[in-house]
């Protein structure tokens, strides 16, 4: 055999073997659904809770504190999972600018990805959402500073597979990649699934939406009252870690320290598993918590 | 000592090793998903153990091989054609026959199958040098880094390698000659 025809037999194999983008991007979202599937709470309403997580978690000094230490620590089970999810932390940016006392953080303290060429980042937007919605993510680094083009409420579907499936999360990709024709970014929401989608409140969704609005431009009166209304009519609500966890942090844009760490220590000890639980505690200066 | 692992750059980095290697071992493609998910997580769970002196290549492909090892005993157990393989205590491959089962392999392309399928037949040392060579396309110094060998020793590997790659594909021709009329 010679040189030449071997190197091309294997170069024939090494194609056949390697993935594809798409291969890249969807093992990517499902190891990220699974990863926070582990960590989290495992609640019924995984869909609204990640899709409240991708707008709202993932946190600089989550990302880079956890991977760092990686411990076994559920804290940093959930952190890192968030951290797959670069788009929670290209929208948080906006929101932690706003907020305060993060601002720096942001500045200086960026993990890696933050600085991952454009491409990269489009590429977790789309995996972050592989099941969602048809509606354009503007996946561009302007999101990093501008007000967000997508509010987080179009795309609350990523873990709805592992919501809505009674098998094990495990078979959940096989799923997805058997299913012929459209690929899964194409996919309305599970097709597949026959059983019935959660409950899902519109309207709990929007007035979500509205606190990440408000949470987005630094209004913590808004925030504080809407958090209250959402308390008031959703007392149940699997997005009550988000809601506390909003409250939290707008509790520490306006109230004095010592009480904004009470309140942020208080939330982590509740939530210890919070994706919101570095960013609390970034924005709210508490080092010690859960971790 | 080495800096600790980041997951998401280790993600990045080598996700496709990861999936090759998978693809390779027989990992049909349907289940490559659930393999290289597994492996990932698995390598989530370990990063605390990571020692930060093997090269984070050679731990993931350590992790891989067992991996698809674990599953080929989990899922593919009843095929008899699937001899479970060994694997040292660094996940190394010692002995394998990670042939696929028929079904897969009709699915699986026929110059990965063939490549395999000759892979199979050569001694775990070889393997390892010639699939770094030419399936990652790493050279010879790098491949020494990576399994901690001196380089000259890696290209002599390397030609014998070669070599016993060209014998299994003689003997895969004569077969094939002799069954065809």
Redesign the interface.
């Known amino acids: 055999?010679r040189?030449s025809e071997?190197?091309d037999?294997?170069a024939?194999?090494?194609?056949?073997?390697?993935?594809t983008d798409d291969?890249?991007r969807?093992?990517?979202g499902?190891?990220h659904r699974?990863?926070g599937v582990?960590a989290g709470t495992a609640v019924a309403t995984t869909a609204l809770k990640a899709a409240a997580s991708t707008a709202g978690a993932g946190t600089v000094a989550a990302g880079t504190v956890a991977?760092?230490?990686?411990?076994?620590s559920a804290a940093s089970?959930t952190a890192?999972a968030v951290?797959?999810s670069a788009v929670g932390v290209v929208k948080i940016t906006a929101v932690i600018a706003a907020i305060a006392a993060a601002a720096v953080v942001a500045s200086t303290g960026l993990?890696?990805?933050m600085a991952e060429p454009a491409a990269?980042k489009a590429d977790v937007v789309e995996a972050v959402r592989p099941v969602t919605t048809t509606r354009p993510v503007a996946a561009t680094p302007a999101m990093t500073a501008a007000p967000l083009s997508a509010p987080p409420h179009v795309d609350p579907i990523p873990a709805a597979p592992a919501v809505t499936n009674p098998l094990p999360v495990?078979a959940s990709?096989?799923r997805?990649?058997?299913a012929p024709g459209p690929q899964p970014s194409d996919l309305p929401v599970v097709v597949d699934n026959p059983a019935p989608p959660p409950p899902r409140s519109g309207t709990e969704v929007d007035l979500m939406a509205d606190v990440q609005a408000a949470l987005r431009v630094g209004d913590a009166p808004r925030v504080l009252a809407l958090v209250s209304e959402h308390e008031r009519r959703f007392p149940e609500s699997a997005l009550a870690p988000e809601r506390e966890g909003a409250r939290v942090l707008a509790v520490c844009a306006s109230a004095a320290p010592d009480e904004a760490r009470t309140q942020a220590r208080r939330f982590l000890s509740t939530y210890p598993l919070s994706p919101l639980g570095g960013r609390v505690r970034a924005t709210c200066g508490v080092t010690d918590g859960s971790r | 000592m080495a800096a600790?692992?980041?997951?998401?750059?280790l993600?990045?980095d080598h996700?496709?090793l990861v999936?090759?290697t998978a693809?390779?071992l027989g990992v049909p493609?349907?289940?490559?998903?659930?393999v290289?998910?597994?492996v990932?997580?698995v390598v989530?769970?370990r990063?605390?153990d990571?020692d930060g002196q093997t090269p984070p290549k050679r731990w993931l492909l350590g992790i891989t091989t067992k991996v698809v090892s674990d599953h080929r005993r989990t899922y593919w157990r009843k095929d008899s054609r699937v001899v479970p393989h060994e694997v040292d205590r660094d996940g190394v491959e010692t002995h394998v026959s990670l042939r696929p089962a028929p079904s897969e392999e009709a699915e699986?392309?026929e110059?990965?199958r063939?490549?395999?399928s000759l892979l199979d037949e050569i001694d775990a040392d070889k393997r390892e040098v010639l699939v770094l060579s030419?399936?990652e396309?790493m050279s010879a110094p790098e491949i020494a880094e990576l399994l901690g060998l001196n380089v000259n020793t890696v290209s002599a590997r390397l030609r014998a390698a070669?070599q016993a790659?060209?014998a299994a594909?003689?003997r895969h021709r004569a077969r094939s000659a002799w069954r065809k009329p």
């Open positions: 055999m040189d071997r190197d037999l294997f024939r194999a090494r194609k056949d073997a390697s993935p291969d890249r969807r093992v990517r499902a190891i699974r990863l582990g991977t760092g230490t990686a411990g076994a089970v890192t951290s797959l993990p890696h990805f990269k495990a990709p096989m997805e990649r058997a | 600790p692992l980041d997951f998401d750059a993600y990045e996700f496709g999936w090759r693809r390779r493609t349907a289940a490559a998903d659930d290289v998910q597994d990932f997580l989530h769970r990063l605390g990571y699986q392309s110059a990965l063939l490549v395999s030419q399936f396309e070669r790659f060209d594909y003689a």
